[in-house]
């Protein structure tokens, strides 16, 4: 754990001093991506993920927390295709420790409503209360970083271009709100505290 993040942690949530006068967020979290085989095949390549972790850190970087690709890995085509909740907690026993988790599948049923498919899901499953990320093998740019939202904490919005919003403009730029950083530094505190996610980036060369 990095002592500047440590130190914030302890100005804002102990002694209530102003973030604007607390050390700044700079961490790297580990990801692991996990990829569904369908009838042989990988559900996705190397290259699309890239470009999705490339896309979260874009958002997140200039806020002060990034994305590192740490381990991949294939699973058993029996988890190609998320149709039931059932479906998505069997990936529970598939989690490694101390990384964000992320499974890439072919298909990803909406499971509130048959029919309809997703681009990407931040899962609970139950009942060991394990979180999880899936992306779908079809998800848009994007979709990963929206994920991630979830993941340090964010709902939905239907402001526009938001990044936790499903509504996109013509041009429009992806961005994401105070409160929303604000929640996403709170929550990377609280992982690091906790010992949940490791600070996985370059050691820092101090004068």
Do not use: C
């Not at 058993?76 to 529970?92: F, K, N, Q």
């Not at 990044?163 to 929550?187: C, K, N, P, W």
């Amino acid at each position: 754990m990095r002592a500047p993040v440590v130190l914030a942690l302890v100005l804002v949530l102990v002694l209530g001093v102003d973030r604007a006068d607390a050390a700044p967020m700079d961490v790297t979290f580990p990801i692991s991506i996990a990829v569904a085989t369908k009838d042989g095949h990988p559900a996705q390549d190397d290259p699309w993920i890239a470009q999705q972790i490339e896309d979260a850190n874009a958002l997140y970087g200039p806020v002060g927390v990034r994305f590192r690709w740490t381990m991949r890995r294939e699973i058993s085509d029996t988890h190609a295709e998320m149709h039931s909740r059932a479906d998505r907690d069997a990936l529970a026993p598939l989690v490694e420790k101390n990384v964000i988790d992320v499974f890439v599948v072919s298909a990803l049923e909406d499971v509130d409503e048959p029919g309809r498919f997703r681009k990407g899901v931040a899962w609970t499953s139950k009942p060991d209360g394990k979180r999880f990320l899936i992306l779908s093998a079809v998800a848009p740019r994007t979709v990963l970083a929206h994920e991630l939202g979830h993941f340090f904490g964010n709902g939905h919005t239907d402001v526009p271009d938001n990044l936790m919003s499903y509504v996109r403009t013509a041009g429009g730029t992806v961005f994401l709100d105070d409160t929303q950083i604000e929640r996403i530094h709170l929550f990377s505190s609280r992982f690091l505290a906790s010992g949940r996610l490791p600070d996985v980036g370059p050691p820092r060369l101090f004068p």
